[in-house]
């Protein structure tokens, strides 16, 4: 179960936001027992984002998952995602934040796991 949005202040036309969702999709399996399958993807583009006070190209990525993982399987998806957003959108990797949230509780259907 997990999610993650990126907020941009890029403009990101369909053909990129499906490029991106798709290489997400691959990305999340950087965490152990994560897949596409369970895998929500936001993009939020055209944002007010400033980072080192300036609205060069930049992003956000906030990553949450159900349960938790190693250092090591979140610093290779940092990877991945900056690689991504580098790749699509043009936006160089030290212009990028990954934040990670872990949660023991998340709902679905109705109720919870």
Not at 11 to 20: C, D, G, L, R, Y
Not at 54 to 79: C, D, K, M
Not at 100 to 111: H, I, M, P, V
């Amino acid at each position: 179960m997990p999610y993650i949005n990126v907020k941009t202040n890029a403009a990101v036309p369909a053909q990129k936001a499906e490029a991106i969702k798709s290489a997400m999709g691959q990305a999340i399996t950087a965490i152990p027992g994560k897949s596409e399958s369970w895998l929500m993807v936001g993009i939020e583009p055209e944002q007010m984002l400033y980072f080192q006070g300036s609205g060069a190209p930049a992003a956000i990525v906030e990553v949450t998952i159900y349960g938790s993982a190693s250092a090591s399987a979140y610093n290779a998806l940092t990877g991945k995602i900056t690689a991504i957003l580098n790749s699509e959108l043009d936006i160089a990797p030290n212009r990028i934040y990954v934040k990670y949230a872990e949660t023991d509780n998340w709902g679905w259907n109705g109720s919870n796991f």
